[in-house]
């Protein structure tokens, strides 16, 4: 099966960066939008960027001007550079990619911890 794992995450002060990398593995053909989502305690899971194969990005309004998004497609990997890092970005950060193995679907990481000290 498809398995996707992020890494990179961690503690860090606020204005500090981080870096997350998530890699996709297993039976894959084709792979379209990847993207970064993040989900907070006590809320809704949120968008925080996408990238297309063709390498346009997206980005939420919380992050825009501080985080970039990017990929290495040789590789099925995605990254998550994070700049100016603020306790409001503590979340748990999931790994999606839309791709081709045996069916076209959505897969999604397990997620990786990310916590912003004041």
């Known amino acids: 099966q498809v398995q996707l794992v992020e890494s990179g995450g961690g503690l860090v002060q606020a204005g500090g960066s981080l870096r997350l990398s998530c890699a996709a593995s297993?039976?894959?053909?084709?792979?379209?939008?990847m993207a970064w989502y993040r989900q907070a305690p006590e809320k809704q899971r949120e968008l925080v960027a996408t990238?297309?194969?063709?390498?346009?990005?997206n980005y939420g309004d919380s992050v825009k001007g501080r985080f970039t998004i990017s990929r290495d497609s040789g590789k099925n990997m995605v990254f998550l550079q994070m700049n100016s890092l603020r306790p409001e970005d503590t979340a748990v950060y999931y790994c999606?990619?839309?791709?081709?193995?045996?069916?076209?679907?959505?897969?999604w990481g397990q997620g990786t911890q990310v916590t912003v000290s004041s």
């Open positions: 999606n990619a839309n791709l081709l193995s045996r069916v076209w679907g959505f897969y």
């Open positions: 297993g039976r894959i053909f084709s792979v379209r939008t």
């Open positions: 990238i297309a194969s063709g390498g346009s990005t």
